[in-house]
């Protein structure tokens, strides 16, 4: 006996018809038959009125009825239960570039968990080059970046672009300024970058903006880290170009001043492998929309 046999029945008792049973069940009336008529044999008793119009139970077949619905409410619940079991153990992957943190990532993945609770989410800081490799070697699932970087195992959107800003210290003659400043009158100027690693980043970037206007900068250093490269302006020991969101950092004796420079903007991108459509991938698009649309920020809403 198997559970479509119960469900075989009980679809008979409560259509009271074999006709209607069958139609409601998309199958064939004598092979819906010829079921009821296994089970009675294997259970050694009628469970219908032959005849009986309409189609009315026996006393054993009232009791089995009543033993069926238990059945198959519990398989159903025991089916429930594994689901959430399964559901608790899956985990997700996220990588991001450690600016984006200051940015509007942390609401993302707060709606994202709270929209999928029994998901695992867990976050990996790569920047650069280390996304493509993590996500080709499967460590992660999803990226957040801001470097686009082309290769045919990943498939990339770009999200929108984030103004950038110079970071000056609070006694640098520019630092009370009520103007944008331009990437030219900071070409002389000791420049901080970050991180330090192998291939196209986000040093990468600043330095290509400022080769877009026909600058190249004299001095010119890439720094581990976002938070090293602040601390080197706190210290007076140059300016560090970062994206907008990134002035929530208060360093003491840093100020953040608007570019005037067009391009001087950071896109972010949203990357997973090109050939995984991933069952969270569209999900979390839409949670990265809901932010932007409470926060009023304009974008061209787009998806793999």
Known sequence: MEL??????VAVVEAQSFTKAAEKLFIAQPPLSRQIQNLE?????????????????????????????????????????????????????????????????????CLFRQQHPNLNIKLLELNGMAQIQALKEGRVDVCFGRVRISDPAVKRVQLREERLMAAVHSSHPFANQRRPISLAELNDEQIFSYPSQAGPGYAVQVKSLF????????R???????????G?????????????????????????LPL?????????????????????????????????????????????
């Open 4 to 9: 479509r046999h119960l469900r075989y029945f």
């Open 41 to 109: 044999q294997e259970l050694g008793a009628p469970l219908f009125e032959r005849g009986s119009r309409p189609l009315r139970t026996t006393a054993v077949g009232h009791f089995f009825y009543q033993q069926a619905l238990k059945l198959l409410s519990n398989a159903e619940e025991i089916k429930l239960i594994t689901q959430r079991a399964g559901m608790t153990e899956r985990t997700i992957q996220l990588g991001y570039s450690s600016s984006l943190l200051c940015g509007l990532l942390p609401r993302i993945v």
């Open 211 to 218: 080769l877009e206007y026909g600058l190249e900068p004299k």
């Open 220 to 230: 010119f250093a890439v720094l581990d880290c976002l938070q090293q490269s602040l």
């Open 232 to 256: 080197m302006v706190a210290a007076g020991e140059g300016i560090c170009i970062v994206p907008e969101s990134v002035k929530m950092m208060q360093f003491r004796h840093v100020n953040y």
């Open 260 to 304: 005037a420079d067009s391009a001087a903007v950071s896109p972010i991108y949203l990357i997973v492998r090109n050939d995984d459509e991933g069952q969270y991938t569209r999900p979390l698009f839409d949670c990265v929309y809901q932010v932007y649309d409470l926060e009023a920020i304009e974008y061209d809403r787009r998806v793999f």
